[in-house]
């Protein structure tokens, strides 16, 4: 299903038309559909029906409060990074029986938040963590569910900036010390080893990888047993990939199918931390022309969202299906644009070489930028980030108000005696 369609030559949101909402809110502005997120969710959870799992958002690919509140509503779990996405999954009424903890460099306050709010698992990511987790949950008297990240050392044929499964990266344990680690952890007072954790990078779109990984944490698993250790879950991670042009990523029903599998008769709990796939398609990012600029070289479309509202085009070059709202019949007086936005960089651009029938004024959608997008906004260049309006059928609610020019510098002192 797709949320965003044409109607009447009008782009719409579910069953709101897109130039409402700009017109109603403003621009640029984050457009979401909650029966595509919806149905992602649900999607992704009926591949493992009548297997013992737990799907955890991954936070990070969009901590809006609403989003978060509705994924709670339809059971998920949430992978957290920091104690501020711990402190955003709580507000949003997210069972912190049903979070996971990931992150390399977790601070003694973020373990002891944690280990207060009582969450399913830390993902442990080296043995100076797992010391450190261990004494900070000795002075609380508490003892701290883990599981280890192992690197599996696969390649999950991506952007090198979101791989994290091969071993020159900062992330997991090898996999060699993976067992010696295990042993450690077996004889701490106050860690009890639940898991083992893997996750190899984002925006993969084969299942190969995710297959070799996997292989690789069952062996291990299957070792930890020979030694005594008895794992209860498996945390595969996230990382399935999302078409944002004509990516052809693994179905979320093939995948589970495949690891299901895997995992044969073993009963251990298979946790999973999707975050693009969940929410990449469900959000749109509306702007508007404000200027065409032809020149010599290039036609510039000058619209008022920028690489601060979207950073994925200026960080890892990626692409972005870019729409007009109100389409123009005369196609004739398309033109090859380059997308770009007002910041002061030659990296803001939103997109390169697009064939658009465009005036000023008109407006556009970028599209798949439900992930990564709000939640990388910057304020680079004092610019309010955008609005976020989730559309429910014909209705739509804001979720985050337009920042106010003053909420940019009202935490801000100047000198006493200048
Ligand atoms: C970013 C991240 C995820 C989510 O990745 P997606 O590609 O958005 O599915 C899951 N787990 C960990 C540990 C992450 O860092």
Redesign the pocket.
């Known amino acids: 299903m797709n949320s965003f369609k044409l109607k009447n030559t009008i782009l719409h949101a579910e069953n709101v038309a897109l130039n409402q909402i700009a017109s109603e809110f403003g621009t640029p502005c984050y457009v979401y559909s909650k029966a595509a997120l919806t149905l992602a969710f649900e999607r992704f959870s009926a591949g493992f029906i009548g297997t013992n799992h737990l799907v955890c958002f991954?936070v990070?690919?969009n901590p809006s409060l609403a989003i978060l509140n509705l994924f709670a509503s339809l059971g998920a779990g949430f992978?957290i990074?920091s104690g501020g996405e711990l402190a955003r999954v709580l507000a949003a009424g997210g069972d912190p029986q049903k979070i996971v903890f990931?992150g390399v460099g977790k601070t003694e306050a973020e373990m002891q938040a944690a280990l207060n709010a009582g969450i399913f698992c830390f993902?442990v990511e080296s043995a100076s963590e797992l010391t450190r987790l261990n004494k900070v949950a000795a002075a609380m008297g508490k003892i701290a569910p883990v599981s280890l990240r192992v690197n599996p050392n696969v390649d999950a044929k991506t952007h090198p900036y979101?791989s994290?499964g091969l071993k020159n990266n900062k992330f997991g344990v090898a996999y060699e010390d993976a067992l010696n680690i295990y042993l450690q952890a077996a004889v701490m007072t106050n860690i009890a080893i639940h898991g083992v954790d893997c996750?190899i990078g984002?925006?993969i779109t084969e299942l190969s990888p995710f297959l070799d990984a996997f292989d690789r944490v069952l062996s291990l698993v299957d070792a930890l047993e020979q030694q005594g250790i008895s794992i209860q879950h498996i945390d595969a991670?996230?990382?399935?990939g999302i078409c944002y042009s004509d990516e052809t990523p693994p179905e979320f029903n093939v995948y589970a199918s495949a690891m299901r599998a895997k995992l044969g008769d073993r009963n251990i709990k298979l946790v999973f931390?999707?975050?693009?796939?969940l929410v990449g398609n469900a959000g749109v990012l509306l702007t508007k022309v404000e200027y065409l600029k032809p020149t010599e070289a290039k036609n510039f479309a000058i619209v008022d969202a920028a690489m601060n509202d979207l950073m994925r085009p200026a960080l890892y070059d990626a692409y972005h299906d870019i729409k007009a709202v109100q389409p123009r019949d005369d196609e004739s007086h398309a033109l090859i644009y380059e997308i770009v936005g007002p910041v002061c960089e030659s990296g803001d651009f939103l997109g390169h070489d697009r064939t658009l029938a465009l005036k000023e004024g008109d407006l556009l959608a970028i599209m798949s930028a439900g992930?990564y997008g709000m939640s990388m906004a910057s304020n680079y260049n004092t610019r309010p980030r955008a609005a976020e309006v989730m559309v429910d059928d014909d209705q739509c609610h804001l979720i985050r108000r337009r920042e106010l020019i003053a909420d940019l510098f009202a935490l801000e002192n100047t000198l006493p005696n200048v």
């Open positions: 991954a990070k690919a992978d990074v990931s993902n979101i994290t996750h984002s925006q991670g996230g990382g399935i931390e999707p975050g693009r796939a992930a």
